[in-house]
């Protein structure tokens, strides 16, 4: 079981800049696959970017990549989303989430947190 929270969102202006943090209650937390989500108003939950146990993998999403990067820190428990060059098109609630079945987008992740919102205004 792990439990997760989601901080660093709120308003920015287009071509700024946010950094996400999620804090992981567990004492195993480098046996998950971590990500970040994202979901836009009556749509369904879409990925944004994931990481491997140890850091060494990642994966974005195509329309994230280049302005978006996800990293943890193993030793707090912590992975982070630092959004750079923010469009309005990213406004969305942002979930992290965790997993233990292995490494990909597609695969279940069976734990999230509550969700941050990030706003950006053009």
């Known amino acids: 079981q792990v439990q997760l929270v989601e901080s660093g969102g709120g308003l920015v202006q287009a071509g700024g800049s946010l950094r996400l943090a999620c804090a992981a209650s567990?004492?195993?937390?480098?046996?998950?696959?971590m990500g970040w989500f994202r979901q836009f108003p009556g749509k369904e939950r879409e990925f944004v970017a994931i990481?491997?146990?140890?850091?060494?993998?990642?994966s974005y999403a195509d329309s994230v990549k280049g302005r978006f990067t996800i990293s943890r820190d193993n030793a707090k428990n912590m992975v982070y989303l630092q959004m750079n060059d923010l469009k309005p098109e990213d406004t969305a609630v942002y979930y992290c989430?965790?997993?233990?079945?292995?490494w990909g987008s597609g695969v279940r992740y069976d734990y999230w947190g509550q969700g941050t919102q990030v706003t950006v205004s053009s």
């Open positions: 990481i491997s146990w140890s850091g060494s993998s990642l």
């Open positions: 567990t004492g195993t937390f480098r046996s998950y696959v």
């Open positions: 989430a965790a997993t233990e079945r292995g």
